[in-house]
């Protein structure tokens, strides 16, 4: 027997009993001192393998999937299944367990689906929330080159007065097409961005028919009426914003800012 | 799990009839082969249990389309494949258990001498997804080269590459490991 033979012999009678008892692999390893380091290399994985196989615990699965099997027949029946032996194997299995259970996948796939779920309303939600910022506010519009033309300006329109009442204030733009738009202060952006917002929800959610419905119960998985509660927590932001705008404005106008 | 087709025709006509002994003979003649293959795959029992109760959900769903002129086992064997695939890719997704952290930020951390069993089921655990389930197939489930290419989908010839450079990866493995043959070999 050649180094060949011996490498194709060894790859093909690769079994763990086989390769113990296989003589000439045996006879051509002791004369080759190349070979006789991959004879006992291999030796040892037989070995491995043997020990290996047999390390395979003992499982009974029979209750656990006779017991799993109505769900199984029910998701067969809800996707229009021509298997009616699922419905037989579920009837079956039913008399035998009457308690269902769900594995631990499906429970982690519908937790995840759930998560999901609501992770696209929420982005939806801010994203409309950012588009509505940008779109309805006019300092938004200006071009890069114009961006120094954004000033502040006093809501009503009247000079700020510097005798420590505020005004409201919002951006605004020197031209005239800007001039004539109606910007709102931020509280009332605020408004606009919860109004997309809920229509927004609704093309998520088609099946939330009402999203201004009483707020759910703690612990519900429903989100119907949550755009009220939203609202009342924006409102309050929104009135910040303006205040703070106020006080910047102030503050340059007086010159210490 | 040297069963005819004919048999392996009976068991399901009794399945699909709703026979409950049917059922019951039907997980308990294949469970050995199908979390063998799990266990092997996945090293984890609660996983492997998880995904043999599934394939079984999934066989007993899908039984009128299995061709009965041909063996039942290897069609098993193929949605077992399938789902441990899907499992891996699931689990490579998911973040690593804090032990397991620990080990790979340190690559340089040798695990502790681990029994022959041990050491290969590591070895094992490190191979190729597609080595590593040739070599289960072939080891553990003792398919024909024929029988794993038709549930892998690949050629033969490749099979038995995969295997070949699965058993060398693996010999490598224990030899630099250090292993020492439990029994002295006579080499005559």
């Not at chain 2, 389309?65 to 399938?82: F, G, K, M, Y």
């Amino acid at each position: 027997m050649t180094c060949a033979d011996f490498e194709t012999l060894l790859d093909v009678q690769f079994a763990p009993a086989a390769l113990r008892e296989h003589p000439a692999l045996a006879e051509h390893a002791a004369a080759c001192p190349d070979c006789r380091i991959r004879w006992e290399k291999f030796r040892l994985l037989a070995d491995a393998v043997v020990a290996w196989r047999e390390q395979v615990p003992e499982v009974d699965l029979t209750t656990a999937v006779l017991a799993g099997l109505p769900s199984a027949a029910a998701a067969g029946t809800a996707r229009g299944s021509r298997h009616a032996a699922a419905t037989h194997l579920a009837e079956a299995a039913a008399v035998e367990n009457p308690r269902p259970t769900v594995s631990a996948p499906a429970l982690r796939a519908k937790s995840g689906l759930d998560r999901s779920r609501r992770a696209l309303v929420v982005a939806a939600a801010a994203l409309a929330a950012v588009v509505s910022i940008a779109v309805l506010t006019p300092a938004f519009r200006q071009a890069s080159h114009q961006a120094n033309s954004i000033v502040l300006v006093p809501a009503t329109g009247a000079p700020v007065q510097h005798d420590g009442v505020r005004q409201p204030h919002r951006l605004m733009a020197r031209s005239d097409a800007v001039r004539t738009g109606v910007p709102s202060s931020y509280s009332g952006l605020a408004e606009l961005a919860v109004g997309a917002w809920d229509e927004v929800s609704m093309l998520v959610r088609p099946e939330a028919v009402d999203p201004h419905s009483p707020r759910p119960a703690p612990g519900s998985r429903s989100t119907d009426g949550w755009i009220d509660g939203l609202q009342d927590q924006l409102k309050p932001i929104g009135r910040g914003l303006d205040n703070a705008f106020d006080f910047l404005w102030q503050a340059g106008q007086s010159g210490d800012g | 799990m040297e069963v005819s087709v004919s048999d392996d025709g009976q068991l399901v006509r009794g399945c699909l009839a709703g026979n409950a002994d049917s059922l019951r003979e039907f997980v308990q003649r294949f469970q050995a082969a199908v979390f063998g293959l799990c266990f092997r795959m996945l090293s984890h029992r609660e996983d492997a249990e998880d995904v043999s109760q599934e394939v079984f959900l999934r066989a007993l769903r899908n039984l009128s389309q299995w061709d009965s002129a041909r063996p039942l086992a290897p069609w098993l064997l193929t949605i077992a494949v399938n789902r441990c695939r899907t499992c891996l890719a699931q689990r490579v997704r998911r973040a690593l258990p804090a032990e397991f952290a620990e080990m790979v930020a340190d690559p340089a951390a040798r695990p502790p001498r681990l029994d022959l069993a041990e050491e290969l089921q590591l070895a094992v655990d490190r191979l190729r997804e597609e080595y590593r389930l040739c070599f289960v197939l072939y080891h553990v489930n003792e398919l024909s080269l024929v029988e794993i290419a038709e549930i892998t989908g690949s050629p033969p010839g490749t099979i038995k590459t995969w295997l070949r450079r699965a058993r060398q990866e693996l010999a490598d493995h224990l030899q630099r490991r250090s292993i020492v043959p439990q029994v002295s070999y006579d080499l005559r």
